[in-house]
């Protein structure tokens, strides 16, 4: 082989690899397999690719990985994680690896993910586009085999809790001249409606003045539904904290104040990019950015009072991407590298203070090669820490 073809020979390798790891399927992510693993990573290419194609990667106690690919990836997936089960959803299957082994393939999802969640030993994926106002989102629930139904109305976040899952989103009530509506809950307001169990239960919370509402991240209490929202009138954008009763309907909307609002500069935007709750407070990451450089920070909010505070802003070492989960009373920072070793890190949310840190091999190289064309280009959109002892053997204050 001459220099020439040997060169060209390599940029394609360059371009088109890595590959999956060879015979490996998910037949063989078992119970054993999960125990030696310490994270699992879901990456997919882009909505603009010709082909859509996902990735799963599954980080060993020793530091490697291995891939396994999908032929239907989503440009949103969200893993969940259950008593040894690992689940999640891309546009043809849904899959449940670890303790049970379940690739069930179903309908056709036209949408991304909004959320996957475990109840009821059942796999529970909401698709959704939560910015489009026209949409009805669609429902998954895995047992042995595929069952696909239609939600009317508009989904933007979802909330897995013991006793059910939840899907909250925007809803135009609109009073009628029987007065069959309550005329507090005509105009925009947050709906709150059961999936699973399957019932009709199903609650409003007005939100005031507005003209639209993004129901950013809903999380479960002991027994109320928490929702961090924003409503948008035409020169302001403010965030509430919506919560109601799953048993009684009685909501209670309060406006985000304290330090949250004021870390904010004029010309950046807010995303909040997960959500966990301790007794009263809301913890979350807040993303800011002005277009070119981004920030985050962990901070609280009183579910009752809407009182935020600042706990600590989260350092970014990452050169690729950063994602982040809370789980446990831990915040997990993903960190996607090129250059120095990928590593998660594991905070405490009640101080931010860093308890324990991972590093194993670069992710990035896993997904992508250095001449990888747009076209094959992967991202991570979501990760799941199996075995959080390993990044933080003793995560509690001293």
Not at 211 to 237: D, F
Request: net charge negative.
């Amino acid at each position: 082989m001459g220099v020439t073809a040997a060169i060209a020979a390599l940029f394609l390798a360059s371009a088109c690899g890595p590959y999956a790891t060879a015979d490996l399927s998910y037949d063989e992510v078992d119970e054993q397999f999960l125990s030696d693993t310490v994270i699992a990573v879901a990456s997919s290419r882009s909505e603009y690719s010709l082909r859509t194609v996902g990735s799963m990667l599954f980080v060993a106690t020793d530091g490697s990985i291995q891939r396994i690919d999908n032929g239907g990836g989503l440009t949103r997936m969200k893993l969940a994680l259950n008593d040894g089960r690992l689940g999640f959803s891309d546009r043809d299957f849904d899959y449940v690896v670890g303790a049970e082994n379940i690739q069930s393939k179903r309908s056709r999802a036209d949408t991304n993910v909004l959320n996957s969640v475990f109840f009821d030993d059942k796999l529970v994926t909401v698709f959704a586009d939560p910015e489009d106002h026209s949409s009805d989102f669609f429902v998954s629930r895995t047992r042995r085999g595929p069952a696909w139904s239609r939600g009317s109305g508009r989904a933007q976040a979802v909330a897995g809790c013991t006793d059910g899952v939840w899907v909250i989103g925007e809803t135009e009530v609109v009073e009628e001249a029987n007065d069959s509506v309550d005329e507090e809950l005509a105009g925009l307001s947050l709906g709150f409606r059961q999936i699973e169990p399957d019932s009709e239960a199903t609650w409003l919370v007005n939100l005031g003045a507005g003209e639209q509402v993004s129901a950013v991240t809903a999380v479960c209490g002991v027994k109320r539904l928490i929702a961090l929202t924003s409503v948008a009138t035409e020169k302001s954008l403010t965030d509430v904290v919506a919560s109601v009763n799953r048993e009684t309907g009685k909501s209670l909307v309060v406006p985000v104040t304290g330090e949250l609002p004021d870390i904010k500069l004029a010309d950046e935007t807010v995303t909040y990019e997960t959500a966990g709750l301790i007794g009263r407070e809301l913890f979350v990451v807040a993303g800011f950015s002005d277009g070119s450089d981004e920030r985050y920070v962990l901070a609280s909010i009183h579910v009752d009072t809407g009182v935020s505070k600042r706990i600590a802003d989260i350092e970014i070492t990452a050169d690729v991407s950063t994602h982040f989960r809370i789980s446990d009373g831990i915040l997990h920072v993903l960190d996607v590298t090129w250059k120095d070793p990928s590593r998660v890190r594991a905070i405490r949310l009640t101080d931010g203070v860093e308890v324990g840190s991972l590093v194993f091999d670069w992710i990035e190289p896993a997904i992508n090669g250095r001449f990888t064309t747009f076209e094959r280009k992967q991202y991570v959109r979501d990760f799941a820490v199996l075995q959080p002892e390993r990044i933080a053997p003793n995560p509690k204050p001293k």
